[in-house]
């Protein structure tokens, strides 16, 4: 399966998390949140058609998403993709239904949701196989 995670990170905990899934699985692209909204604010194309998966990753701020990861997810066209959102936090995942809702507005297709506390990532893609 051929998987592209976008993360926006902060304090480059989430991105930690993230490099370590790419390092487990050889069909894994990283692409920064910030680079991939300048690009669709410029009219550059994101190329998702290529992948199968599309993991979305931040953090937690003040029980919401971040307005990187939120005005992305406004910008960003997820039509017909599967989606998985991770949510990094030291508090719980109390702004799933947010990113929920935004996969869902983009056109996604949300196949899970993660709250994942402290850097305990769990192995996405072998939890999304079946």
């Not at 399966?1 to 050889?26: D, N």
Request: glycine share 6%; hydrophobic share 40%; proline share 5%.
């Amino acid at each position: 399966m051929k998987t592209v995670v976008i993360y926006y990170s902060f304090r480059s905990s989430t991105k930690g998390m993230c490099e370590q899934l790419a390092a487990q699985h050889k069909n894994v692209t990283l692409m920064d949140a910030k680079t991939v909204l300048q690009k669709l604010k410029a009219n550059e194309p994101v190329p998702l058609t290529e992948y199968d998966l599309v993991i979305l990753a931040s953090a937690v701020w003040a029980a919401n998403l971040p307005p990187t990861m939120a005005n992305l997810l406004k910008k960003l066209d997820l039509t017909g993709k599967d989606c998985v959102g991770i949510m990094n936090s030291a508090s719980g995942g109390r702004y799933t239904p947010a990113m929920r809702r935004a996969i869902i507005t983009a056109g996604g297709s949300c196949q899970g949701l993660y709250d994942v506390r402290k850097g305990a990532l769990p192995d996405i893609l072998e939890l999304n196989k079946a």
